[in-house]
Protein backbone atom coordinates (compact mmCIF):
# COMPACT_ATOMS: atom_id res chain seq x y z
CA UNK A 1 0.00 0.00 0.00
CA UNK A 2 0.89 3.90 -0.35
CA UNK A 3 1.15 6.06 1.96
CA UNK A 4 -1.77 7.85 0.23
CA UNK A 5 -3.78 4.82 0.40
CA UNK A 6 -3.03 4.72 4.35
CA UNK A 7 -3.94 8.25 4.40
CA UNK A 8 -7.46 7.26 2.30
CA UNK A 9 -8.15 4.31 4.98
CA UNK A 10 -7.40 6.66 7.70
CA UNK A 11 -9.86 9.68 6.12
CA UNK A 12 -12.80 7.33 5.32
CA UNK A 13 -13.20 6.06 8.68
CA UNK A 14 -12.14 9.62 10.69
CA UNK A 15 -15.33 11.28 8.77
CA UNK A 16 -17.61 8.78 9.49
CA UNK A 17 -16.84 8.99 12.75
CA UNK A 18 -17.17 12.75 12.58
CA UNK A 19 -20.56 12.79 11.18
CA UNK A 20 -22.06 10.04 13.22
CA UNK A 21 -23.03 12.81 16.03
CA UNK A 22 -25.12 15.35 14.15
CA UNK A 23 -26.52 13.13 11.77
CA UNK A 24 -27.41 10.97 14.73
CA UNK A 25 -29.09 13.55 16.86
CA UNK A 26 -30.80 14.82 14.18
CA UNK A 27 -32.89 11.27 13.79
CA UNK A 28 -32.85 11.00 17.44
CA UNK A 29 -35.03 14.71 17.31
CA UNK A 30 -36.61 13.38 14.30
CA UNK A 31 -38.24 9.87 16.08
CA UNK A 32 -38.86 11.75 19.31
CA UNK A 33 -41.24 13.82 17.74
CA UNK A 34 -38.96 17.07 18.30
CA UNK A 35 -38.50 19.98 16.39
CA UNK A 36 -35.94 19.77 13.75
CA UNK A 37 -34.16 21.34 10.56
CA UNK A 38 -36.37 19.64 8.31
CA UNK A 39 -39.19 20.16 10.37
CA UNK A 40 -40.51 23.73 8.15
CA UNK A 41 -39.98 21.91 4.94
CA UNK A 42 -41.58 18.43 5.26
CA UNK A 43 -44.03 19.03 8.19
CA UNK A 44 -46.90 20.45 5.86
CA UNK A 45 -45.91 17.19 3.58
CA UNK A 46 -46.11 14.92 6.64
CA UNK A 47 -49.57 16.10 7.91
CA UNK A 48 -50.85 15.98 4.60
CA UNK A 49 -50.33 12.10 4.30
CA UNK A 50 -51.65 11.68 7.51
CA UNK A 51 -54.82 13.35 6.71
CA UNK A 52 -55.37 11.67 3.17
CA UNK A 53 -54.47 7.78 4.72
CA UNK A 54 -56.25 8.46 7.13
CA UNK A 55 -53.27 7.86 9.83
CA UNK A 56 -53.70 8.69 13.30
CA UNK A 57 -50.23 10.09 14.35
CA UNK A 58 -51.32 9.89 18.20
CA UNK A 59 -52.18 6.48 18.30
CA UNK A 60 -49.85 3.97 19.10
CA UNK A 61 -49.35 0.19 18.36
CA UNK A 62 -49.08 -2.84 20.61
CA UNK A 63 -46.40 -4.62 18.98
CA UNK A 64 -48.58 -7.31 17.68
CA UNK A 65 -50.54 -4.49 15.47
CA UNK A 66 -47.21 -2.98 14.80
CA UNK A 67 -45.90 -6.05 13.25
CA UNK A 68 -49.11 -6.48 11.45
CA UNK A 69 -49.17 -3.17 9.98
CA UNK A 70 -45.43 -3.66 8.88
CA UNK A 71 -45.95 -7.33 6.85
CA UNK A 72 -49.18 -5.90 5.43
CA UNK A 73 -47.29 -2.86 4.06
CA UNK A 74 -44.35 -5.15 2.79
CA UNK A 75 -46.43 -7.50 0.63
CA UNK A 76 -47.98 -4.90 -0.75
CA UNK A 77 -45.05 -2.95 -1.75
CA UNK A 78 -43.97 -7.04 -2.89
CA UNK A 79 -47.08 -7.52 -4.91
CA UNK A 80 -46.97 -3.90 -7.11
CA UNK A 81 -43.44 -4.74 -7.79
CA UNK A 82 -43.67 -8.22 -9.05
CA UNK A 83 -47.11 -6.54 -11.23
CA UNK A 84 -45.01 -3.97 -12.58
CA UNK A 85 -42.43 -6.81 -14.26
CA UNK A 86 -45.20 -8.76 -15.42
CA UNK A 87 -46.71 -6.07 -17.82
CA UNK A 88 -43.08 -3.64 -17.92
CA UNK A 89 -44.13 -4.02 -21.98
CA UNK A 90 -47.14 -2.65 -21.69
CA UNK A 91 -46.13 0.32 -19.22
CA UNK A 92 -44.91 3.55 -20.10
CA UNK A 93 -41.01 4.84 -20.30
CA UNK A 94 -39.91 1.59 -21.76
CA UNK A 95 -38.15 3.59 -24.59
CA UNK A 96 -35.73 0.02 -25.11
CA UNK A 97 -38.90 -1.78 -25.80
CA UNK A 98 -37.63 -4.59 -22.63
CA UNK A 99 -40.17 -7.60 -22.67
CA UNK A 100 -42.52 -8.69 -19.56
CA UNK A 101 -40.32 -10.36 -16.74
CA UNK A 102 -40.34 -13.99 -15.96
CA UNK A 103 -42.93 -14.90 -13.05
CA UNK A 104 -39.60 -16.85 -11.08
CA UNK A 105 -37.33 -13.67 -11.46
CA UNK A 106 -40.40 -11.64 -11.10
CA UNK A 107 -41.02 -12.92 -7.80
CA UNK A 108 -37.17 -13.22 -6.54
CA UNK A 109 -36.65 -9.82 -7.59
CA UNK A 110 -40.05 -8.20 -5.98
CA UNK A 111 -38.82 -10.21 -2.90
CA UNK A 112 -35.51 -8.81 -3.16
CA UNK A 113 -36.18 -5.14 -3.12
CA UNK A 114 -39.17 -5.52 -0.56
CA UNK A 115 -36.76 -6.91 2.03
CA UNK A 116 -34.16 -4.44 1.26
CA UNK A 117 -31.82 -7.21 0.01
CA UNK A 118 -31.50 -5.84 -3.94
CA UNK A 119 -30.08 -8.97 -5.24
CA UNK A 120 -30.49 -9.09 -8.75
CA UNK A 121 -30.60 -12.58 -10.92
CA UNK A 122 -30.73 -10.17 -14.10
CA UNK A 123 -28.50 -7.35 -15.80
CA UNK A 124 -30.48 -3.60 -15.35
CA UNK A 125 -29.94 -2.14 -18.43
CA UNK A 126 -31.37 -5.00 -20.53
CA UNK A 127 -34.07 -6.10 -18.47
CA UNK A 128 -35.68 -3.66 -16.70
CA UNK A 129 -37.90 -0.14 -18.22
CA UNK A 130 -37.09 2.90 -16.98
CA UNK A 131 -40.48 2.88 -15.38
CA UNK A 132 -40.04 -0.23 -13.47
CA UNK A 133 -36.76 1.27 -12.10
CA UNK A 134 -38.33 4.22 -10.65
CA UNK A 135 -41.64 3.49 -9.76
CA UNK A 136 -41.05 -0.28 -8.53
CA UNK A 137 -37.06 -0.84 -7.54
CA UNK A 138 -36.40 2.95 -6.45
CA UNK A 139 -39.51 3.29 -4.08
CA UNK A 140 -38.65 0.24 -2.77
CA UNK A 141 -35.18 1.60 -1.88
CA UNK A 142 -37.16 4.08 0.07
CA UNK A 143 -39.42 2.49 1.70
CA UNK A 144 -37.55 -0.58 2.64
CA UNK A 145 -34.45 1.65 4.34
CA UNK A 146 -37.22 2.84 6.45
CA UNK A 147 -39.00 0.07 7.44
CA UNK A 148 -35.64 -1.30 9.14
CA UNK A 149 -34.97 1.68 10.46
CA UNK A 150 -38.66 1.87 12.05
CA UNK A 151 -37.78 -1.38 13.29
CA UNK A 152 -35.25 -0.48 15.51
CA UNK A 153 -36.80 2.72 16.67
CA UNK A 154 -39.71 0.71 17.77
CA UNK A 155 -37.13 -1.69 19.56
CA UNK A 156 -35.86 1.52 21.30
CA UNK A 157 -38.95 2.61 22.49
CA UNK A 158 -39.49 -1.08 24.02
CA UNK A 159 -36.36 -0.73 26.02
CA UNK A 160 -36.57 2.57 27.16
CA UNK A 161 -40.55 2.68 28.20
CA UNK A 162 -41.32 1.52 31.73
CA UNK A 163 -44.58 -0.73 32.44
CA UNK A 164 -46.46 0.23 28.66
CA UNK A 165 -48.17 -1.31 26.23
CA UNK A 166 -47.03 0.16 23.12
CA UNK A 167 -44.15 0.58 21.04
CA UNK A 168 -45.32 3.60 18.58
CA UNK A 169 -46.81 3.99 15.41
CA UNK A 170 -45.28 1.82 12.26
CA UNK A 171 -46.99 4.44 9.92
CA UNK A 172 -45.56 7.65 11.47
CA UNK A 173 -42.14 6.07 11.77
CA UNK A 174 -42.25 4.80 8.18
CA UNK A 175 -43.04 8.61 7.20
CA UNK A 176 -40.93 10.38 9.16
CA UNK A 177 -37.51 8.45 8.11
CA UNK A 178 -38.44 8.62 4.58
CA UNK A 179 -39.73 12.16 4.15
CA UNK A 180 -37.36 13.38 7.52
CA UNK A 181 -33.46 11.55 6.78
CA UNK A 182 -33.80 9.13 3.42
CA UNK A 183 -35.30 12.07 0.78
CA UNK A 184 -33.15 15.31 1.73
CA UNK A 185 -30.06 13.06 2.10
CA UNK A 186 -30.60 11.73 -0.85
CA UNK A 187 -31.43 14.57 -3.21
CA UNK A 188 -28.07 16.02 -1.79
CA UNK A 189 -26.41 13.37 -3.00
CA UNK A 190 -28.11 12.75 -6.10
CA UNK A 191 -26.95 16.11 -6.60
CA UNK A 192 -23.69 15.81 -6.13
CA UNK A 193 -23.22 12.58 -8.18
CA UNK A 194 -24.72 14.08 -11.18
CA UNK A 195 -22.26 17.01 -10.89
CA UNK A 196 -19.52 14.77 -11.25
CA UNK A 197 -21.18 12.90 -13.77
CA UNK A 198 -23.51 10.01 -13.15
CA UNK A 199 -26.21 10.04 -15.90
CA UNK A 200 -29.97 10.97 -14.99
CA UNK A 201 -32.03 11.13 -18.36
CA UNK A 202 -34.84 9.49 -19.60
CA UNK A 203 -33.30 9.20 -22.84
CA UNK A 204 -32.94 6.15 -25.23
CA UNK A 205 -29.61 4.13 -25.34
CA UNK A 206 -26.99 5.88 -27.27
CA UNK A 207 -25.20 4.33 -30.19
CA UNK A 208 -21.52 5.22 -30.78
CA UNK A 209 -18.67 3.93 -33.07
CA UNK A 210 -16.06 2.76 -30.88
CA UNK A 211 -12.15 3.64 -31.91
CA UNK A 212 -11.52 0.30 -33.36
CA UNK A 213 -14.84 1.49 -35.63
CA UNK A 214 -17.13 -0.96 -33.84
CA UNK A 215 -20.67 0.01 -32.80
CA UNK A 216 -21.75 -0.13 -29.73
CA UNK A 217 -24.95 0.54 -27.03
CA UNK A 218 -23.94 3.03 -24.10
CA UNK A 219 -26.86 2.41 -21.43
CA UNK A 220 -28.65 5.20 -19.97
CA UNK A 221 -31.02 6.11 -17.47
CA UNK A 222 -32.50 7.93 -14.77
CA UNK A 223 -29.60 6.53 -12.72
CA UNK A 224 -28.58 9.03 -10.35
CA UNK A 225 -31.67 9.55 -8.43
CA UNK A 226 -31.43 5.13 -7.52
CA UNK A 227 -27.78 5.86 -6.90
CA UNK A 228 -27.96 7.85 -4.03
CA UNK A 229 -31.00 6.10 -2.26
CA UNK A 230 -29.34 2.68 -2.96
CA UNK A 231 -26.60 3.89 -0.93
CA UNK A 232 -27.79 6.12 1.69
CA UNK A 233 -30.82 3.03 2.42
CA UNK A 234 -28.26 0.12 2.25
CA UNK A 235 -29.94 -1.21 -0.61
CA UNK A 236 -27.21 -1.64 -3.04
CA UNK A 237 -29.02 -3.05 -6.43
CA UNK A 238 -27.30 -1.44 -9.40
CA UNK A 239 -29.45 0.60 -12.14
CA UNK A 240 -26.21 -1.22 -14.41
CA UNK A 241 -25.43 -4.87 -14.22
CA UNK A 242 -21.71 -3.74 -13.55
CA UNK A 243 -22.78 -1.78 -10.28
CA UNK A 244 -20.41 1.05 -9.04
CA UNK A 245 -17.78 -0.64 -11.21
CA UNK A 246 -19.83 1.06 -14.03
CA UNK A 247 -18.31 4.89 -14.97
CA UNK A 248 -22.21 6.12 -15.57
CA UNK A 249 -22.98 4.63 -11.43
CA UNK A 250 -19.16 5.81 -10.35
CA UNK A 251 -17.43 7.70 -12.86
CA UNK A 252 -14.95 9.85 -10.20
CA UNK A 253 -12.73 9.05 -6.67
CA UNK A 254 -14.83 11.94 -5.13
CA UNK A 255 -18.03 9.48 -5.86
CA UNK A 256 -16.43 6.40 -5.39
CA UNK A 257 -15.56 7.90 -1.74
CA UNK A 258 -18.90 9.52 -1.10
CA UNK A 259 -21.04 5.82 -2.36
CA UNK A 260 -18.74 4.12 -0.05
CA UNK A 261 -19.29 6.59 2.91
CA UNK A 262 -23.16 6.81 2.44
CA UNK A 263 -23.37 2.45 3.10
CA UNK A 264 -22.27 3.04 6.37
CA UNK A 265 -23.34 6.81 7.44
CA UNK A 266 -26.93 6.25 8.43
CA UNK A 267 -26.36 2.97 10.38
CA UNK A 268 -23.25 4.82 12.12
CA UNK A 269 -25.32 7.47 13.14
CA UNK A 270 -27.89 5.52 14.03
CA UNK A 271 -25.79 4.27 17.50
CA UNK A 272 -25.73 7.50 18.55
CA UNK A 273 -29.72 8.19 17.98
CA UNK A 274 -29.71 4.95 20.19
CA UNK A 275 -27.76 6.32 22.97
CA UNK A 276 -29.45 9.81 22.97
CA UNK A 277 -33.06 8.15 22.83
CA UNK A 278 -31.92 5.62 25.78
CA UNK A 279 -30.58 8.84 27.58
CA UNK A 280 -26.88 7.77 27.57
CA UNK A 281 -25.01 8.26 24.40
CA UNK A 282 -22.15 6.26 25.90
CA UNK A 283 -24.47 3.15 25.16
CA UNK A 284 -24.58 4.36 22.21
CA UNK A 285 -20.55 4.62 21.35
CA UNK A 286 -20.44 1.36 23.32
CA UNK A 287 -22.05 -0.20 19.68
CA UNK A 288 -20.54 2.47 17.87
CA UNK A 289 -16.97 0.95 19.45
CA UNK A 290 -18.07 -2.63 18.83
CA UNK A 291 -19.35 -2.45 15.34
CA UNK A 292 -15.82 -0.28 14.31
CA UNK A 293 -13.28 -2.31 15.89
CA UNK A 294 -15.09 -5.52 14.22
CA UNK A 295 -14.88 -3.43 11.01
CA UNK A 296 -10.87 -2.48 11.37
CA UNK A 297 -10.29 -6.37 11.70
CA UNK A 298 -12.03 -7.37 9.04
CA UNK A 299 -10.52 -4.47 6.68
CA UNK A 300 -7.41 -5.11 7.79
CA UNK A 301 -7.60 -8.86 6.71
CA UNK A 302 -8.60 -8.19 3.20
CA UNK A 303 -6.07 -5.77 2.99
CA UNK A 304 -3.22 -8.08 4.08
CA UNK A 305 -4.87 -11.27 2.10
CA UNK A 306 -5.23 -8.39 -1.50
CA UNK A 307 -1.52 -7.53 -1.09
CA UNK A 308 0.38 -10.80 -0.04
CA UNK A 309 2.45 -13.09 -2.00
CA UNK A 310 0.69 -14.71 -4.19
CA UNK A 311 2.78 -18.28 -4.35
CA UNK A 312 0.57 -19.57 -7.76
CA UNK A 313 0.79 -16.32 -9.98
CA UNK A 314 4.40 -15.16 -8.03
CA UNK A 315 3.29 -11.50 -7.60
CA UNK A 316 1.22 -9.31 -5.39
CA UNK A 317 -1.88 -7.12 -4.98
CA UNK A 318 -3.62 -8.86 -8.14
CA UNK A 319 -5.92 -6.43 -10.54
CA UNK A 320 -7.82 -9.37 -11.68
CA UNK A 321 -11.59 -8.26 -11.44
CA UNK A 322 -10.65 -4.74 -10.15
CA UNK A 323 -11.35 -1.46 -11.64
CA UNK A 324 -8.13 0.23 -12.51
CA UNK A 325 -9.80 3.80 -11.88
CA UNK A 326 -9.92 2.90 -8.14
CA UNK A 327 -7.27 0.08 -7.35
CA UNK A 328 -7.09 -2.05 -5.04
CA UNK A 329 -7.52 -0.27 -1.95
CA UNK A 330 -10.89 1.39 -2.74
CA UNK A 331 -11.78 -1.92 -4.35
CA UNK A 332 -11.27 -3.77 -0.24
CA UNK A 333 -12.45 -0.81 0.87
CA UNK A 334 -15.55 -1.11 -0.71
CA UNK A 335 -15.69 -4.96 0.02
CA UNK A 336 -16.20 -4.68 3.55
CA UNK A 337 -17.90 -1.96 3.71
CA UNK A 338 -20.77 -3.73 1.44
CA UNK A 339 -20.72 -6.69 3.44
CA UNK A 340 -20.25 -5.53 6.62
CA UNK A 341 -23.54 -3.15 5.47
CA UNK A 342 -26.36 -5.15 3.93
CA UNK A 343 -25.92 -2.61 0.83
CA UNK A 344 -24.52 -5.47 -1.83
CA UNK A 345 -23.36 -2.99 -4.16
CA UNK A 346 -19.96 -3.46 -5.69
CA UNK A 347 -17.10 -1.57 -7.56
CA UNK A 348 -14.96 -4.87 -8.16
CA UNK A 349 -15.70 -8.86 -8.43
CA UNK A 350 -16.02 -10.78 -5.30
CA UNK A 351 -15.28 -13.87 -7.37
CA UNK A 352 -11.75 -12.24 -8.18
CA UNK A 353 -10.73 -11.46 -4.50
CA UNK A 354 -8.52 -13.40 -2.85
CA UNK A 355 -9.98 -16.70 -0.29
CA UNK A 356 -9.49 -15.04 2.62
CA UNK A 357 -10.83 -11.17 1.32
CA UNK A 358 -13.83 -13.27 0.21
CA UNK A 359 -14.31 -15.52 3.57
CA UNK A 360 -13.89 -11.81 4.96
CA UNK A 361 -16.97 -10.64 3.10
CA UNK A 362 -19.01 -14.01 3.32
CA UNK A 363 -18.33 -13.56 7.23
CA UNK A 364 -19.37 -10.21 7.64
CA UNK A 365 -22.93 -11.48 5.93
CA UNK A 366 -22.87 -15.25 7.94
CA UNK A 367 -22.54 -13.04 10.88
CA UNK A 368 -25.89 -10.81 10.56
CA UNK A 369 -24.44 -7.75 8.70
CA UNK A 370 -24.24 -5.81 12.23
CA UNK A 371 -20.58 -3.92 11.63
CA UNK A 372 -22.92 -1.36 10.44
CA UNK A 373 -25.62 -3.67 9.10
CA UNK A 374 -28.18 -2.30 7.19
CA UNK A 375 -30.36 1.34 7.74
CA UNK A 376 -31.88 -0.39 11.46
CA UNK A 377 -31.56 -3.89 10.22
CA UNK A 378 -27.85 -3.73 11.95
CA UNK A 379 -28.22 -2.13 14.93
CA UNK A 380 -31.42 -4.31 16.00
CA UNK A 381 -29.17 -7.52 15.04
CA UNK A 382 -26.48 -6.31 16.79
CA UNK A 383 -28.80 -5.38 19.94
CA UNK A 384 -29.65 -9.00 19.39
CA UNK A 385 -26.47 -9.97 20.31
CA UNK A 386 -26.12 -7.37 22.88
CA UNK A 387 -29.24 -9.64 24.52
CA UNK A 388 -27.29 -12.45 24.16
CA UNK A 389 -24.13 -11.12 25.73
CA UNK A 390 -25.64 -9.58 28.83
CA UNK A 391 -27.56 -13.25 29.80
CA UNK A 392 -23.96 -15.07 29.14
CA UNK A 393 -22.72 -12.47 31.68
CA UNK A 394 -25.76 -12.88 34.18
CA UNK A 395 -24.73 -16.80 34.25
CA UNK A 396 -21.56 -16.10 34.55
CA UNK A 397 -21.78 -13.74 37.75
CA UNK A 398 -25.11 -15.98 38.71
CA UNK A 399 -27.46 -12.52 38.56
CA UNK A 400 -30.09 -12.24 36.97
CA UNK A 401 -29.15 -10.28 33.71
CA UNK A 402 -30.44 -6.36 33.35
CA UNK A 403 -29.89 -4.42 30.16
CA UNK A 404 -30.40 -1.02 30.69
CA UNK A 405 -32.20 -1.60 34.02
CA UNK A 406 -34.66 -3.92 32.61
CA UNK A 407 -34.46 -8.12 33.39
CA UNK A 408 -33.67 -10.47 30.39
CA UNK A 409 -35.76 -13.41 30.77
CA UNK A 410 -36.46 -16.66 29.20
CA UNK A 411 -38.68 -14.93 26.40
CA UNK A 412 -36.19 -12.39 25.26
CA UNK A 413 -33.42 -15.34 24.65
CA UNK A 414 -35.77 -17.42 23.12
CA UNK A 415 -36.55 -14.98 20.23
CA UNK A 416 -32.68 -13.89 20.25
CA UNK A 417 -32.09 -17.13 19.39
CA UNK A 418 -34.48 -17.58 16.84
CA UNK A 419 -33.65 -14.12 15.53
CA UNK A 420 -29.69 -15.53 14.99
CA UNK A 421 -30.64 -19.18 13.92
CA UNK A 422 -33.18 -18.51 11.27
CA UNK A 423 -30.56 -16.65 8.59
CA UNK A 424 -28.28 -19.46 9.60
CA UNK A 425 -30.25 -22.09 8.65
CA UNK A 426 -31.07 -20.99 5.21
CA UNK A 427 -27.54 -20.50 4.70
CA UNK A 428 -25.99 -23.76 5.68
CA UNK A 429 -29.08 -25.98 4.74
CA UNK A 430 -30.06 -24.07 1.50
CA UNK A 431 -26.29 -24.22 0.32
CA UNK A 432 -25.98 -27.83 1.01
CA UNK A 433 -29.12 -28.72 -0.84
CA UNK A 434 -27.80 -26.64 -4.08
CA UNK A 435 -23.86 -28.33 -3.49
CA UNK A 436 -25.34 -32.19 -3.93
CA UNK A 437 -28.34 -31.84 -6.59
CA UNK A 438 -27.81 -30.87 -10.64
CA UNK A 439 -30.20 -27.94 -10.44
CA UNK A 440 -27.89 -26.24 -8.30
CA UNK A 441 -24.49 -27.24 -9.79
CA UNK A 442 -25.33 -27.07 -12.93
CA UNK A 443 -25.25 -23.14 -12.32
CA UNK A 444 -21.21 -23.06 -11.21
CA UNK A 445 -18.72 -21.47 -12.78
CA UNK A 446 -15.72 -22.70 -10.88
CA UNK A 447 -14.95 -26.15 -9.22
CA UNK A 448 -13.48 -27.50 -6.60
CA UNK A 449 -13.95 -25.52 -2.85
CA UNK A 450 -14.06 -22.12 -5.10
CA UNK A 451 -17.51 -23.62 -6.12
CA UNK A 452 -18.41 -24.07 -2.81
CA UNK A 453 -17.59 -20.14 -1.77
CA UNK A 454 -19.58 -19.12 -4.84
CA UNK A 455 -22.56 -21.07 -3.27
CA UNK A 456 -22.23 -20.00 0.18
CA UNK A 457 -21.72 -16.46 -0.72
CA UNK A 458 -24.94 -16.60 -2.77
CA UNK A 459 -26.89 -17.46 0.21
CA UNK A 460 -25.27 -15.77 2.68
CA UNK A 461 -26.20 -12.56 0.15
CA UNK A 462 -29.54 -13.54 0.89
CA UNK A 463 -30.12 -14.65 4.22
CA UNK A 464 -28.02 -11.20 5.02
CA UNK A 465 -30.90 -9.20 2.88
CA UNK A 466 -27.00 -8.18 1.14
CA UNK A 467 -27.59 -8.65 -2.58
CA UNK A 468 -24.05 -8.66 -3.37
CA UNK A 469 -22.57 -12.03 -5.48
CA UNK A 470 -19.30 -13.33 -6.18
CA UNK A 471 -20.72 -13.52 -9.95
CA UNK A 472 -19.25 -16.68 -10.36
CA UNK A 473 -22.78 -18.23 -9.84
CA UNK A 474 -25.51 -17.97 -12.49
CA UNK A 475 -28.47 -17.49 -10.33
CA UNK A 476 -30.76 -16.66 -12.87
CA UNK A 477 -32.72 -19.94 -13.40
CA UNK A 478 -35.69 -20.96 -11.61
CA UNK A 479 -34.40 -23.05 -8.94
CA UNK A 480 -31.98 -20.27 -7.77
CA UNK A 481 -34.69 -17.68 -8.33
CA UNK A 482 -37.36 -19.54 -5.84
CA UNK A 483 -34.59 -20.74 -2.97
CA UNK A 484 -32.79 -17.10 -3.02
CA UNK A 485 -36.49 -15.67 -2.54
CA UNK A 486 -37.47 -17.76 -0.16
CA UNK A 487 -33.82 -17.38 1.71
CA UNK A 488 -34.44 -13.09 1.68
CA UNK A 489 -37.91 -13.49 3.14
CA UNK A 490 -36.49 -15.49 5.80
CA UNK A 491 -33.85 -13.84 6.35
CA UNK A 492 -35.66 -10.73 6.81
CA UNK A 493 -39.07 -11.37 8.37
CA UNK A 494 -37.38 -14.35 10.72
CA UNK A 495 -34.98 -11.51 12.41
CA UNK A 496 -38.08 -8.73 12.86
CA UNK A 497 -40.53 -10.17 13.92
CA UNK A 498 -38.53 -11.76 16.89
CA UNK A 499 -37.06 -8.31 17.03
CA UNK A 500 -40.45 -6.70 17.50
CA UNK A 501 -41.36 -9.57 19.92
CA UNK A 502 -38.78 -8.71 22.41
CA UNK A 503 -39.66 -4.82 22.10
CA UNK A 504 -43.31 -6.14 23.15
CA UNK A 505 -42.17 -7.92 26.09
CA UNK A 506 -39.71 -5.09 27.47
CA UNK A 507 -42.41 -2.35 26.91
CA UNK A 508 -44.34 -3.99 29.60
CA UNK A 509 -41.48 -4.57 31.92
CA UNK A 510 -40.01 -2.04 35.36
CA UNK A 511 -36.76 -1.11 35.05
CA UNK A 512 -34.75 -2.17 38.26
CA UNK A 513 -32.99 0.31 40.45
CA UNK A 514 -29.20 1.01 39.29
CA UNK A 515 -26.97 -1.34 41.90
CA UNK A 516 -23.07 -2.10 42.37
CA UNK A 517 -23.91 -5.16 41.25
CA UNK A 518 -25.33 -4.69 37.78
CA UNK A 519 -22.89 -5.19 34.44
CA UNK A 520 -22.23 -2.09 32.98
CA UNK A 521 -22.93 -2.08 29.08
CA UNK A 522 -21.28 0.87 28.33
CA UNK A 523 -17.24 -0.02 28.87
CA UNK A 524 -14.72 -1.38 26.94
CA UNK A 525 -15.01 -4.62 29.35
CA UNK A 526 -18.79 -5.18 27.60
CA UNK A 527 -17.01 -4.15 24.16
CA UNK A 528 -14.64 -7.03 24.30
CA UNK A 529 -17.42 -9.28 25.68
CA UNK A 530 -19.83 -8.71 23.47
CA UNK A 531 -17.75 -8.53 19.76
CA UNK A 532 -16.12 -12.07 21.50
CA UNK A 533 -19.55 -13.41 21.81
CA UNK A 534 -20.54 -12.18 18.31
CA UNK A 535 -17.31 -13.73 16.60
CA UNK A 536 -17.71 -17.09 18.79
CA UNK A 537 -21.26 -17.58 17.46
CA UNK A 538 -20.09 -16.80 13.63
CA UNK A 539 -17.09 -19.30 13.77
CA UNK A 540 -19.23 -22.30 15.95
CA UNK A 541 -21.76 -21.99 13.45
CA UNK A 542 -20.07 -21.28 9.80
CA UNK A 543 -16.55 -22.26 10.56
CA UNK A 544 -16.87 -26.02 9.37
CA UNK A 545 -17.89 -24.43 6.17
CA UNK A 546 -16.17 -22.22 5.57
CA UNK A 547 -12.65 -24.63 5.96
CA UNK A 548 -14.07 -26.35 3.29
CA UNK A 549 -14.55 -23.48 0.39
CA UNK A 550 -12.41 -20.05 0.96
CA UNK A 551 -9.96 -21.67 3.81
CA UNK A 552 -9.54 -25.17 1.33
CA UNK A 553 -8.98 -22.56 -1.46
CA UNK A 554 -6.28 -20.58 0.16
CA UNK A 555 -4.13 -23.57 1.55
CA UNK A 556 -4.24 -25.08 -2.29
CA UNK A 557 -3.65 -22.07 -3.87
CA UNK A 558 -0.65 -21.58 -2.16
CA UNK A 559 0.80 -24.90 -3.01
CA UNK A 560 0.23 -23.92 -6.71
CA UNK A 561 -3.03 -25.81 -6.94
CA UNK A 562 -5.85 -24.28 -9.15
CA UNK A 563 -9.71 -25.26 -10.22
Request: charged residues 10%; proline residues 4%; without cysteine.
Amino acid sequence: MTILEIIQVILFIAVLIALTPPLGKFMAKVFNGEKNIMKPVFGGLENLIYKLSGIKAEEEMKWTTYTWSLLLFNLIGFIVVWLLQAFQHSLPINPQGLPNVTPALGFNTAVSFMTNTNWQSYAGETTLSYFVQMLGLTVQNFVSAATGIAVVVALTRGIIRKTANSIGNFWVDLVRSTLYILIPLSILLAVILVSQGVVQTYSSYANTTTLEGHSQVIPLGPAASQIAIKQLGTNGGGFFNANSAFPYENPTPFTNFLEMLSILLIPAALTYTYGKMVGSTKQGWAIFGAMMFLFIIALSVSLFAEYSHNATFNTSGLMEGKETRFGITNSVIWSTATTSASNGSVNAMHDSLSPLAGMVAMLNMMLGEIIFGGVGAGLYGLLIFVILTVFIAGLMVGRTPEYLGKKIQAFEVKMAMVAVLAPAFIILVFSAISSVIQQGLTSLNNAGPHGLSEILYDFSSAAGNNGSAFAGLNANTDFYNILMGIGMLVGRFGVIIPVLAIAGSMVKKKTSPYSAGIFQTDTVLFIGLLTAIILIVGALTFFPALSLGPVVEHLLMNAGRLF
